[in-house]
């Protein structure tokens, strides 16, 4: 194959590469040392000058220049000015810039070429990096998202996954709030049953932009969403991709910028009762079922959410020098990122150092992007947003009496094994910290005006660490005893990168065409030691603990190792008829180490096309400044979502036993966790529809989009039956097909009156997913609360049907079904009626139903701005409306079986208390409150306010008169304003597991935050 | 163009630097552990293969754990008082949740996991080369042995079940069987293990199921099935065939208890517990090796006290003194209970009596005898056959084949060793009808055997179960037996979602 003998001659080269541990680097220093030590002559060409300024004649500072037709460009430095070296005198170069309409201006043999732009709605002009090149935003066939930048820099967020949500149609971003959380990012959709993280491309690595990437770091970010735009990724692409690129330095004397924010953050709280109204309560639970009251200690009464949860702050600073001259710039930034967690002895500190740079000479370029970053999260043990609700107000936080002196449940006093958040943050303490290098360094060779060579060698490195210290003490009833215990983890992560790309780029007549050939290597690998001991040395003055893995008894050990290889070949054309018919086809051919050794690679095309019809001679509406529509379809491939060697059925070895009469201990292995051997590509066949459209002098932009994805083979790990006796995990299995469906509508209307700027932009994404299969030929799948069939949206609600309460005694003889069976003969007033589904005169697992989807049926995400002379406001919303979702929060709350805190103002059936929902109260029996209802379904639609700021940017003459070039202060707020009937403490929840969507069981939820923020340059 | 030249020499030059090649580059080996395939090629691999299926003791869906709340609690020998409302239920036939975990569904799925282990070894030892072909046959033979053992007690507790006999693969959809086809494989395994297993093993091997513990499982199994006959002859081996003098009674009662006297002369079969690992009870290093049973059943503010006794059996100690007309001192050994101390003289785990005047704990295999707390690391061998046991169950049999007086020696013998007087001076009545025998050794077994998860298996044997007034009976020492619907709670239901999933497997009736 011919292509795999290509792939040969390459691979070895890169294979061998990292065979030496330290040859990576010396192959770069060689690099590097090559571009130094080339002497090279400037290529005659023609070099143009200029400035750019706005219609005010002020300097415009970023403008992008380009060479129509050709990938050469540059952009402004601060003060608007530019240099462009063109090819031939003759060339046309294109002026864009965000919120201006773009401009052509012909060199003519000119040196010197100043330009206005106008403003405009569109950003057309813009340059959008689409992964191995960039093109205009006005040419794209594929749907590529642009997510504003200077709205997600705004925002305090950990994350950039977090700072992103509702700025992108399609695009769902939940969780966060937990010092040091991830947020989960969905693009386009549920496309399998595990993992959607899309991929991130941060300066041309793979990676991930977890918590250790500084998100003020960040110049540009575009959702790759289609199969035809995402294709040139290939097996990485089915979940989407995010490209990042991160700032760098401009042409220019050296800049400094200096930004900081300060927030402070509140949880939301749950509205339990308080001691007076839980006694009562409980009380009655007791009384009604016969049982004699538990002895309550009347004389707490403890606000466990006081106790638990404590107002959270953030601090974000952030300082950058940036320059460059004619041949070269430079970016160093700093970031210092620390957050106290609204959880008591949670937290978060971040330390970042960036260096990028980049030089040319001549015919050669270089550049480098690396950063440095320590995380450490103080984790959070146990589950606070749980226990405050387990607990109960009449049970002390501290307890002398208790090992460790904490207070919790009792057999005689409080009935709960809730857990002491108090006691649990001090007895048991998790860190983690990563230390993490990302880098890669590139080099770029042009060896024709037309064409260019590229490498581009990554690397990601961390050294994590995990510690856990487990004090000796109590913080639940009937705790097993645990002396000191320390275990701590050490691991490293490395990924390695290789990429070499040939671009070509040339323009006759009116036809212009972009290729690019690559060819890209990956290897991942980590490796972890981790030990316990037991009984650790406690300083018997102090009560300290000497928390080191010398000291204690008992010490277990371990540690593994994980690697895989992804090999990739690629290659794309994109063709342009005189702006107006364009044409983008993509192949990319992807071999992964983690597949069956049989069904390692996997070839995945895709074609888009798109025609500019404003651009048409008869195209004469004079209303629509811009207009193209496009379509596409491509097939994607998917693999990242599985273990390193899922494939291969192993032996566990880790059993042992005891035998003998000195009970000595044997080793024992077998087979634990069934594989399917025979796992191949899963993939995502995506059909898009677009069109782009400038309307009304460019005031308004509107883009929709219609798409079906259909991913078949998923790769999942489906559950399988208990009697496989199989544990550790289900097998992954392509097991099933899911088609997506969705809509996705984005508008801008920009305006402006005088000094009175303002835009509004709409973005609406629905989305409807479908089983068409599923794996091990069955039909459907069920889980403790869902159902999921084929043919219909996975994750549905499967669910006993409630019916309101049972109000008299002649209601419950009554209740029968057609044969005159009695179907609740237990039941009394006050108890909550069942439906008979089956109609067999019981009430049993047979009588569930489908009871709702936990799907949303549309999103909607608005965006707002104003400004007025200096000050600027800005207002993101979002909302998700029509899904089902399981209160988990109310069936702990709004029950009575168990001892738990209740919901304060609930008011349980009585004789007198007839006009309720809720159940009489009844301590012991969980018939009334069995999880398996619709009892604890609810809408969960909400609007949220998810940012708002007003910033104000001091006047240029007094902002200079103290020596600054620039200053500006930001009031904000996050997730200020919720409206829902959600009864929970957040509707805007995550639930990883895919099959139990919908399910909300104390997630961490989103905070309220207020911030302030300065900003200023010179 | 001179630089492009360089460019490109350099650059080659830096590919050819290189020097091997991996022929296939995206094959990357499992560094942490040997395949499947590799597997199953030597008697050392066998040998491991048969430990890693002793291994599944130490779960917690079964003798680590959970099985002692569907065997001990359930019947009404015991209860729950547990505040986890839903953990209590499924000790007083009120299912609601049938998938619940740990109630039912984990003790279900180790069960085919220690199936599944079994089956490994069964499927790929034969193939593999021995020196020695009778270690061979021996691996086999306990294989079969624990492969029977998890079914007789599938069979006690759910009874209708879907029998794995090889391999598992990730799509079976395994066919369920009747009872009386489970009893089937069940006697085919005993059996066929009989047939190999030594009648002692060396101290090495002490713990390995005997001819003596095959016997008795496949008396226990044809018992439950009124096979008198054939239980008779299995239980033969104890008195006239090879094991006859191999086993006694330990003077002292404890002794079956403690982890001081494990593997004595008593010990028919019990399971091996350490407490040389302190991790978890995952398939991971360092994997516990312990039982978690005193930790549950401990009293409360001592353990979980998820479990504990009913206090009828208080009582029925108390209602007979030894020839000495002292307590009997098994009542001591078997139960904590208010007057405990005042009886004994033995304080509870260091405590005075601080708990309700109507309650008591099962003391077998609680620490109290040397600590103060619990833990889920109990070295404490649990018995699963003693021959004090086997000596009942001879008994039983005998007087089910109308040798009602030959049977009373059996307990006499029993009751001997804590100086109770014989049957025929203490209880004559027991001996004059096959009935009044059978009934006097309900009582004699729960004073010897309660707590040791053999009383579900006996109510269910007895038919005491089986319709209503008998249940009522039952319900008068236990209240939870008025949830008790007849015909349905003799067994468990099945998890729900595998019923669900499995198109060849039903609910059981009623559920």
Known sequence: MRKRSFAHTFCCA?????????????????????????????????????????????????????????????????????????PDAQA?????????????????????????????????????????????????????????????????????????????????????????????????GLKNLTGTNPLYVIDGLVTTANRDFNPNDVESIQILKDASAAAIYGSRAANGVIIITTKRGRKGPMKVDFAAKSSIQTTPR?????????????????????????NLNLDVNTDWQDAAFQTGNMQDYNVSFSGGGDNGSYLVSANYFDNKGTVISTGFKRLGLRVNAQGSKGI??????????????????????????????????????????????????????????????????????????????WGELKLRPWLKYRLNLGYETSADNYQYKRKEGNWTLNQAYDPAIYNENRARWQTMLVENTLSFSERFGKHSVNAIAGQTYQRDKYGQVWGTKRNILQNSSSGSYYWVLDQGSEPQTGGYLQEAILLSYLGRVEYNFDDKYLL????????????????????????????????????????????????????????????????????????TIAMGTGQNTFPGATQVRLANQDLRWEKLTQTNFGFDATVLDNKLSLTAEYFIAKTTDVLTYMPILMTTGNDGGNPAVNAASLRNTGFEFSATYKGKAKDFNYYITANLTTLKNRVLNLGYGRNDIFTGTTVTKVGSSAAMWYLLETDGLFQTQQEVDNYKNKDGIVIQPAAKPGDIRFVDHNGDGQISNDDKVVLG???????????????????????????????????????????????????????????DNTNTDVPRAYYGSTLNSRGDSNRWLESGTFMRLKFISLSYRLPASFVKRIGFANAQVTLSGQNLITITNFGGLDPEFNNSNMFERGVYSFQFPNLKMYSAGLQFGF | MKQFIRLTIAISVMACIMPSCKKDLLNVDNPN??????????????????????????????????????????????????PWIELADWTRFQYVNYNFWEGNAITWRDTYKAVFRCNQVLANVPDIPFTDNSKKDLILAQAKFLRGLHYYYAAIMWENIPLVLEPSKPDDLPQQYPLAEVWTQVEKDFTEALAVLPVQWDDGNVGRPTKGAANAFLARTFMQQHKWQQAKTALDYFFTGAGSGKYDLMPNFQDNFVHTSENNKESVFEIQFSD????????????????????FFAPRGIGWSDGQARYWLVNEFKKEKTASNSLDPRLRYSLFYPALQADFGDKVYGRNWEWNNDEAWFRKYQRDYFRTNEDYFSQDNFRMVRFSDVLLMYAETLNELDQTITAAKYVDSVRARVNMTPLAMAHPDALLSKDAFRERLKTERVLELCGESVRWADLKRWGDLETQTKVNLVAQRDPDFNNFVVGKHIRLPIPQTEVLNNPNLDQNDKY
């Open chain 1, 14 to 86: 890169f294979a061998s590469i990292q065979q030496k541990v330290y040859s990576t680097a010396s192959a770069v220093l060689l690099l590097i040392a090559l571009f130094f030590a080339q002497l090279l002559s400037a290529q005659t060409s023609h070099t143009v000058k200029g400035k750019v300024t706005n219609q005010k004649g002020e300097a415009l500072e970023g403008v992008s220049v380009t060479v129509k037709g050709a990938t050469a460009g540059t952009s402004t430095d601060a003060g608007g000015n530019y240099t462009l070296q063109v």
């Open chain 1, 92 to 188: 046309t170069l294109v002026f864009s810039n965000i919120g201006y309409a773009d401009m052509e201006m012909s060199v003519n043999g000119q040196s010197t070429i100043n330009v206005q732009l106008r403003q405009g709605a569109t950003d057309l002009g813009e340059v959008v990096v689409v992964g191995y090149g960039s093109q205009r935003k006005k040419d794209l066939t594929g749907a590529i998202a642009v997510v504003p930048v200077e709205e997600v820099t705004k925002r305090q967020a950990t994350t950039i996954g977090e700072a992103m949500q509702g700025l992108a149609s399609g695009v769902l971003v939940r969780g966060g709030g937990q010092p040091g959380s991830e947020a989960r990012v969905e693009i386009r």
């Open chain 1, 270 to 294: 749950y509205d339990l009762a308080g001691k007076d109204e839980f006694v009562k309560l409980n009380y009655m639970a007791y009384d009604n079922a016969g049982v004699p009251r538990q």
């Open chain 1, 364 to 441: 050669f370029s270089f550049g480098e992007n690396l950063a440095l970053t320590n995380a450490r999260a103080d984790e959070m043990s146990g589950n606070p947003y749980a226990d405050v609700v387990r607990l109960l107000p009449t049970i002390p936080i501290y307890d002398a009496a208790n090992p460790g002196g904490y207070g919790y449940g009792s057999e005689s006093r409080a009935r709960t094994f809730g857990t002491n958040p108090v006691a649990i943050a001090d007895l048991e303490d998790r860190t983690n910290e990563n230390f993490r290098v990302r880098g890669n360094i």
């Open chain 1, 584 to 655: 983008n086809g993509v192949i990319r051919y992807d071999g992964s180490s983690r597949l069956g050794r049989n069904d390692q690679w996997g070839t995945f095309p895709s074609v888009s096309a798109a025609w500019r019809i404003s651009n048409e001679e008869f195209f004469k509406v004079k209303w629509i400044n811009d207009l193209k529509i496009r379509a596409s379809h491509g097939t994607l491939g998917s693999s990242s979502n599985l273990g390193y060697w899922d494939y291969l059925p192993v032996i566990n070895t880790f059993s």
């Open chain 1, 853 to 911: 989807s936990p799907w949303a049926d549309f999103e909607l995400g608005l965006n707002m701005g104003a400004s007025y002379k200096n000050f600027d406001l800005t207002m993101n919303w979002f909302g998700s409306f029509g899904s089902t979702v399981y209160n988990g929060y109310r069936s702990l709350v709004d029950r009575f079986d168990d001892n738990s805190n209740y919901r304060a103002g609930i008011k349980p059936w009585t004789p």
């Open chain 2, 33 to 82: 552990t040997i395949t499947e395939e590799q597997f199953w090629k030597t008697e050392a691999d066998a040998e491991k293969g048969i430990n890693a299926a002793y291994a599944m003791f130490y779960k917690p869906g079964g003798w680590a754990r959970w099985i002692y709340f569907r065997l001990d609690l359930t019947s009404d020998e015991g209860c729950s008082k547990s």
């Open chain 2, 276 to 295: 040389v690992n302190k991790g978890g009870d995952g398939d991971d290093p360092n994997q516990n090796m312990g039982s978690h049973r005193a930790q």
